[in-house]
């Protein structure tokens, strides 16, 4: 009996710990977390990166980025949907973000390559390849293989660009889901949007999950649901280009230059667009512009 006893334990011990591993964080995902909820305790840090700063820890950055944006649904064609006008929204935002003042905040960040500081520039963020709309309906629970999944479909008709972020984006029908935490929509509502990479090195494909802002921990009143997403493409271009692989610019708490100034000050409207503050060395603290 003790023998049958002790199996039943160490059984039953193996199975927690094998769902405590199903959820632990996956390190290469990035988490842009909602302001109330399980990620509340994280904005800590950032409000302990503010005393230091974002350091250069040796890795790339994005000097010259592109965006692509994958529209995963087939409301986003339908021209009476008010999906259709939120994506071409998103659209004439990405087109402009990055020649704007606001964006200018991240070419003081830089890499150095053979001992040559080479900063991030403006870009016209739309110059690379097309933009897709797919029909195919998503999941509700979009899972991070899905994500993954979805530019890879992308890549096999287009070429690759390792310069280029490319950003999914479900309808209000869906959700993200990553470690048993949700974007809007989910159960475990923790996040607004993440990004990430797939590959290594030099060919790492760098990609984002833009969900739709449907609760509260991801809305600021009065703004529309395609301001709410520009706000979220903001936070994760900004960390993408300063940080793609996880080896560039970050605080000592491990916080990047969106984080450090995620919700606080609010996020504010610029020519109708949604924003953030976004951490400047340059100024010592959040800022606007540059």
């Not at 199975?15 to 632990?24: D, G, K, P, Y």
């Not at 087109?95 to 016209?124: A, C, H, M, R």
């Not at 990479?197 to 703004?223: D, E, L, N, R």
Request: one cysteine or more.
């Amino acid at each position: 009996m003790k023998r049958t006893l002790a199996a039943i334990f160490l059984a039953s011990f193996a199975a927690s710990l094998a769902a405590q591993q199903e959820v632990a964080p996956d390190p290469r995902i990035h988490k842009f977390l909602a302001r109330e909820g399980a990620g509340a305790g994280s904005f800590l840090d950032a409000d302990l990166a503010r005393s230091s700063g974002v350091t250069y820890h040796g890795g790339p950055v994005l000097v010259q980025a592109r965006m692509v944006y994958i529209f995963w649904g087939p409301s986003f064609t339908v021209l009476t949907s008010s999906d259709y006008t939120y994506a071409q929204n998103l659209q004439a935002f990405r087109d402009q973000y990055g020649t704007s003042p606001e964006y200018n905040i991240l070419t003081q960040y830089y890499q150095i390559v053979s001992g040559v500081k080479q900063f991030i520039e403006l870009t016209n963020l739309a110059a690379g390849t097309a933009d897709l709309f797919d029909t195919s309906t998503p999941p509700t629970n979009v899972t991070d293989a899905d994500v993954q999944a979805e530019v890879k479909k992308y890549l096999t008709t287009h070429t690759v660009d390792y310069s280029t972020i490319y950003a999914v984006v479900i309808p209000s029908t869906s959700y993200s889901s990553d470690s048993g935490e949700d974007s809007c929509g989910g159960p475990n509502v923790a996040y607004c949007a993440y990004s990430s990479w797939f590959g290594s090195g030099s060919t790492a494909v760098k990609y984002t999950i833009q969900p739709y802002a449907s609760c509260s921990g991801c809305q600021m009143s009065g703004w529309t649901p395609a301001q709410n997403e520009e706000h979220f493409v903001v936070h994760e271009v900004g960390d993408t280009v300063t940080n793609p692989v996880g080896t560039g610019w970050f605080s000592a708490t491990g916080e990047g230059v969106e984080d450090v100034c995620a919700w606080s000050p609010p996020p504010f409207l610029s020519g109708g667009y949604g924003y953030q503050y976004q951490w400047s060395n340059a100024a010592s603290g959040c800022a606007k512009t540059r």
